[in-house]
């Protein structure tokens, strides 16, 4: 990307009104020198391009913003206005000034496109935040502080322009990620784990415990219905003295088991019958008569739908030919009201027709139907109770009579068949319908199963959690460690490149850069000169623009006036070197050692212009323009050309 | 989609007579309960929120099982007549008994009821079985005796009802 900046006008504000254009036949010049005497607004201006290039004005308390006001003017409105070309697409971004209400708004234009606020395309505006615009928006402050102990520009230089916060970025969106994930998660810790894995094993045990009773039970019961057939038939074979006696509880056995049937035959028949609710009693059939003779006196549903009339109400006249006017409409809404829609219709009409064809008109049928097989019922319980019953006492007779033996087989066949009752007892109480009081260790089986389900689902949960903390921990690592070696990689190549261009710049005492942790470490010093501490600066900031893939302009303010002669024109051989754009705020004191080194460094690509405020103190040098290459302004004036900038001196400059 | 929801309890109650694989005579369906309760609550007129009265409420089926669907519009005939009645509706009110049966029926749903008139058939239901949990002193454990038994009090019920004895 290319980033070049084509111009500033400033409007209404502490520096005198001015328009200032570096395109030259749609191009940007190498070089372009704005010398501006002190007191036109250097400062304000560099404060303002970086303003501009960072949106940080909407963040200004007022005090800030009403720095900018111009001394002494009523004026409430002010607009500072930057032009930059994006790869040759403009980019505006204009400050709006609002000393009543003390605020700054931001206006945006890219392409056709304009916003009301600080919103570059997002591939500019990564580059557009403080730490970087201030590393090509330049000044000595800058410079100074690169070598401050503990100040952190070098690092958060280092840190804007290779654009190491994206890893952070990348480990923040990780972690945010998990716990997006695992938010509506119960646990998420190792302890939660460990919990719900002992309760779903707990259960599980249980389950299997139960399953294993439950078989053993099935295969115990069998084995003792065996038994007690066994021993039944010893019994029936041993009792009694007489064949008449057997012959006579075989008879009886007979008929209570004919008994029984008879009863199951008949409860079986009753069923179709229970499922009828007409047969429990002649009113409910009577109430339906009832409701379908009504439905049918109500004309419900009626032959004509509500989707008549509402289709009706979109006409211009009605069925009768009569026009159909807002009142006729209303009416007609309200009306439609009282109509089912067809679908209703349908439903009533076959809730009638069933009714008509299920329910006889006497409505007694069902019920008389009902009640005569519960009688019939009835008769065969008592049947068949007084059979088993008359079973039970002719067998007691029998053993009784059987001897000693019988009686001990019976003996130990009613406890086989209590055994098999527990048994039975038992597999009912596994197989049984789970309750709501069912704890974990129940023999219920659906119950188990119910919270074996629930612990698989939580451990499920749980264990993916836990998977997903252990990937973000690995990613958060590898990222760390990423940037940890760029970092280092990063600061060893920077530091081996600025110490190569600070033995040609300080080619006689060179400093020599040690380590770059917060700020920059130099060999045996603690601290530096002011030109020392310039050049170094220029050399720290211009080897970080010269490794980035992407071009910027550099923007400085007084970038020779702290440095003697030597420096400056080492400094000036090298700046054309490291970056296709050189915006040079100057006063006229740097002119010297400096200008022509950078005008033969740049192959005279350079445009000079010389801006000053009018005042009563510079009406001379109003009335010497020359005749062309002036923009001039209520406040300010413009001047392009390389000999008006070469003459142009004040005596009250430094 | 709507489904009948039945008490857990009332499953539990009657699963002495409900056939089970060892156990061939008995209810065959979970819908059998529900239905005498539904019987028993629209007889007495008795409806309760089957969730403030049981620990859990499960959906059973989405539509009347096989064995009821020759009965379902009757069932809903007779859910109406309970409805207008409780609601103090003459059957001779035509716009009164078309609003109920707006709110009770409906022709898109499985059942023929809207999912106003389903919910209402679960209260009557669980009114039901309360009516029947008071009646009967212990769960059932033969069906030739509880189909005696629940007959009686259904007979009794509507002998003394207002809304099936008196208005049909």
Known sequence: MK??????????????????????????????FVQMPNGTGKTTTLRLLRAALT???????????????????????????????????????????????????????????????????????????????????????????????????????????????????????????????????????????????????????????????????????????????????KITTHIGDTEDQRRRLEEKQTEANAAKSAVDVTVTELLPILRKPTAFHPAFAKALVRLREHLDKLKLPASTSIEFFRELQEQETCVCGRPLDEASRAALAKRAASFMGEDYNG?????????????????????????????????????????????????????DSGGDAVKKWEEQRRQKQEEVDKLHQLIDD???????????????????????????????????????????????KLLAEAKAIAEKELRRTIIDSCNSRLRDVLSRDPPEIVEIAGSLRLKGQEGASVGQTQAIGYTFQTTLLSRSEHQFPLVVDSPANPMDITVRTEIARIVPQLCRQFVALTISTERLGFVDAIHKAA?????????FRKTEGTKHLVAGLPAEGVLQTESGVLVEGQEYFNRFDLAEED | MAHFRLRDDSKQWFKNITKTGSEELGLSLDFDGYYFCVILGLATGRRSNPSDQSGRVTDMVERFPEP?????????????????????????EKEAVQS??????????????????????DRYASGGFDALTERFEQKPYRLEQFAREVFGEIQAAVENSEVWLYSA
């Open chain 1, 3 to 32: 980033i070049e900046l084509a111009g500033w006008s400033s409007k209404g504000l502490r520096s005198p009104d001015l328009e200032v254009s570096f395109k030259r036949d749609g191009r940007v010049p190498h070089v372009a």
């Open chain 1, 55 to 233: 949106g940080i004005a909407t963040q200004w308390p007022p005090e800030e913003v009403l720095r900018f006001r111009r001394p002494s003017s009523d004026e409430d409105l002010g607009e500072f206005i930057v032009r930059l070309d994006v790869d040759n697409r403009p980019l505006t971004i204009r400050m709006a000034f609002d000393f009543d209400a003390q605020s700054v708004r931001y206006q945006t234009t890219f392409g056709s496109g304009q916003k009301e606020s600080f919103s570059p395309p997002a591939d500019v505006g990564r580059f557009l935040e403080r730490h970087f615009v201030e590393l090509f928006v330049f000044d000595g402050e800058f410079a100074e502080e690169l070598l401050k102990p503990n100040a952190m520009r070098a690092k958060r230089a280092i840190d804007a322009l290779f654009q190491l916060h994206l890893l952070d970025d990348i480990s923040a969106a990780a972690e945010e990620e998990w716990h997006r994930a695992t938010r509506a998660a119960s646990a998420k810790g190792q302890a939660g784990y460990s919990r719900r894995r002992n309760r779903l094993d707990k259960l599980r045990e249980q389950l299997r415990r139960v399953k294993k009773a439950r078989k053993e039970a099935e295969q115990r019961t069998s084995a003792l219905e065996a038994e007690c057939e066994e021993l039944s038939r």
């Open chain 1, 347 to 399: 439903v009533l009409n076959s809730l009638k027709a069933d009714i008509g064809s299920q329910v006889e008109p006497n409505c007694e049928g069902p019920a008389k139907d009902l009640s005569d097989h519960l009688t019939v019922l009835g008769e065969r319980v008592k049947t068949r109770d007084k059979a088993d019953s008359e079973v039970r006492v002719l067998r007691k007779r029998l053993i």
């Open chain 1, 430 to 476: 596994i197989d049984r319908l789970a309750e709501a009081d069912d704890k974990e260790d129940t023999r219920c089986l659906q119950a188990l199963k119910r919270y074996e389900a629930e612990a698989v689902r939580e451990l499920s949960e749980i264990t993916e959690t836990l998977d997903l903390r252990v990937r973000t921990e690995v990613l958060k």
């Open chain 1, 603 to 611: 192959d005279g690509d350079v445009l000079y212009l010389t801006a």
């Open chain 2, 68 to 92: 009821y669907r020759p009965q379902q519009r009757i069932i809903a005939g007779l859910l109406i007549w309970a409805e207008l009645s409780r609601r103090g509706i003459a059957v001779t």
């Open chain 2, 100 to 121: 109920v049966v707006v709110e009770l029926l409906d022709a898109q749903s499985l059942t023929g009821l809207s999912n106003e008139g389903m919910s209402l058939l």
